[in-house]
């Protein structure tokens, strides 16, 4: 066997083997941090509809905590409640659409809070919004879990 016609006939296998591999290996990692982008940019688009559809249900429900406010001190329901309670359902189930079961629990749990305190008959008992802030105050806390806000590095304490 003569290496000099051997030898560069291997070499080259070897180079095209080697190059081969470098190709695939390349490939592989290419496609797994593509995979990983796009599973951050998922998470992220996710993140924002969550952010948007609690935002929007909170600024509903603050509206129906003033129309609680004003049944409290004129004895009946403002004008706009029928709509406005509407609304604030739909939202939650907006909110119900993209989020976690956690966060589904207590959006229904304050919905319905809401909408006992406009619609049925008040407590005479308890200040009404300490039953408002009993309902809010868990949502929030797991919305804030949610959207990845109740951190100590972020500035929220946790809370219990």
Known sequence: MNW????PAV???IGVTLGTSGTLIG???TTRTTK???L???RTALRAERKTAILEF???AKQVERFIEQRVHSGERPEGSVELTNRMWFLQQCVDLVSTAPVRNTVTDYAEGLHSLLYQE???ERHVWALMSEKRQPFVDSARVELGTATKELGTPERP
């Open 4 to 7: 000099s016609v051997v030898g």
């Open 11 to 13: 070499f080259s296998l």
């Open 27 to 29: 490939q592989y990692l």
């Open 36 to 38: 990983a982008q796009a």
């Open 40 to 42: 951050a940019e998922r």
């Open 58 to 60: 909170m600024e509903t």
């Open 122 to 124: 008040l407590p005479t």
